[in-house]
T-cell receptor, first 114, second 115 residues
Framework: DQQVKQNSPSLSVQEGRISILNCDYTNSMFDYFLWYKKYPAEGPTFLIS?????DKNEDGRFTVFLNKSAKHLSLHIVPSQPGDSAVYFCAASAGPNTGNQFYFGTGTSLTVIP | DAGVIQSPRHEVTEMGQEVTLRCKPISGHDYLFWYRQTMMRGLELLIY????????DSGMPEDRFSAKMPNASFSTLKIQPSEPRDSAVYFCASRSRFKSDTEAFFGQGTRLTVV
């Protein structure tokens, strides 16, 4: 069963606007969350993370929000740029409780239209 | 560091043949993960090692799949015999135990096509 879900397979946004990618999880033991970005023919690369002790983490144009009660996190990209077009994976970990492994969602393909 | 290195980048094989995928993790990393990317399940963890020891192989789909890590700098994922439904992109990733809450670093993947 998928413990991390990304229900939107794709998203299109105009350049300069905000991109919002969503992720839901089911395991309340998850305490660390990450977003990865993947370009075609490349491996996923780390983008930004958030610990469950926070509800927001910012890094330049990228902000991740965590709502623990709703078991939901989102990635905001402002402003969106054409180079942001990629597949974005949400991932979660419960540290030693799950052997330090990461559980990934199915990904959301973002297209930023110039 | 060159990062996580996987070989081959592409593999085309006939059904029934044995396939071996290779991975060299980042030096000093203690965790090694094998993932498979499919449209339906996204990045699916197959198996992971800690200090060369397999910790959890519950994601390995069938007995046709096996993985080894003979030393800290090399791991293999073997499929024997291969089937068309094994066609996917397989990723290897590694992470340091000193940063257990941080990200894993991925290789570029091996695109496997079984015909």
């Amino acid at each position: 069963d998928q413990q991390v879900k990304q229900n939107s397979p794709s998203l299109s946004v105009q350049e300069g606007r905000i991109s919002i990618l969503n992720c839901d999880y089911t395991n309340s033991m998850f305490d660390y969350f990450l977003w990865y970005k993947k370009y075609p023919a490349e491996g996923p690369t780390f983008l930004i993370s958030i610990s469950s002790i926070k509800d927001k983490n910012e890094d330049g144009r990228f902000t991740v929000f965590l709502n623990k009660s709703a078991k939901h996190l989102s990635l905001h990209i402002v402003p969106s740029q054409p180079g942001d077009s990629a597949v974005y994976f949400c991932a979660a970990s419960a540290g030693p409780n799950t052997g330090n492994q990461f559980y990934f969602g199915t990904g959301t393909s973002l297209t930023v239209i110039p | 560091d060159a990062g996580v290195i996987q070989s081959p980048r592409h593999e085309v094989t006939e059904m029934g043949q044995e396939v071996t995928l290779r991975c060299k993790p980042i030096s000093g990393h203690d965790y090694l993960f094998w993932y498979r990317q499919t449209m339906m399940r996204g990045l699916e963890l197959l198996i992971y090692f800690n200090n060369n020891v397999p910790i959890d192989d519950s994601g390995m789909p069938e007995d046709r799949f096996s993985a080894k890590m003979p030393n800290a700098s090399f791991s293999t994922l073997k499929i024997q015999p291969s089937e068309p439904r094994d066609s996917a992109v397989y990723f290897c990733a590694s992470r340091s135990r000193f940063k257990s809450d941080t990200e894993a670093f991925f290789g570029q993947g091996t695109r496997l096509t079984v015909v």
